[in-house]
């Protein structure tokens, strides 16, 4: 099995930063796209930023300029450095990965999601 396993978050006050990781780890053939989502309360689930194997990356215009996304191929991991945070930030985010897995000698391709971790900006 191929698991997505986030870290980072926490409590920050506005204008500060924070970083994510994501890990993938498991029988992981190839990963051609990863990225990061969020929710606030109340809210649908939305894109933030994500990056393909060949190298593009998409940012939701809110955190155009502020987030920056990046990749550590060798290390299966996904990153999401957020700064100039701002209370509308506040939110859960998921790590979601589009990954080839090698399954009983079969490849794959699978939609995963993380677990979640809170990002709070709040005074």
């Known amino acids: 099995q191929v698991q997505l396993v986030e870290s980072g978050g926490g409590l920050v006050q506005p204008g500060g930063s924070l970083r994510l990781s994501c890990a993938a780890s498991?029988?992981?053939?190839?990963?051609?796209?990863m990225g990061w989502y969020r929710q606030a309360p109340g809210k649908q689930r939305e894109l933030v930023a994500s990056?393909?194997?060949?190298?593009?990356?998409n940012y939701a215009d809110s955190v155009k300029g502020r987030f920056t996304i990046s990749r550590d191929n060798a290390k299966n991991t996904v990153y999401l450095q957020m700064n100039s945070l701002k209370p509308e930030d506040t939110a859960v985010y998921y790590c979601?990965?589009?990954?080839?897995?090698?399954?009983?000698?079969?490849?794959?391709?699978?939609?995963?999601w993380g677990q979640g971790t809170q990002a709070t900006v709040s005074s």
């Open positions: 498991g029988s992981i053939f190839s990963i051609n796209a």
């Open positions: 990056i393909r194997s060949v190298g593009t990356i």
């Open positions: 979601h990965g589009d990954i080839y897995t090698l399954d009983g000698g079969v490849v794959k391709l699978r939609t995963l």
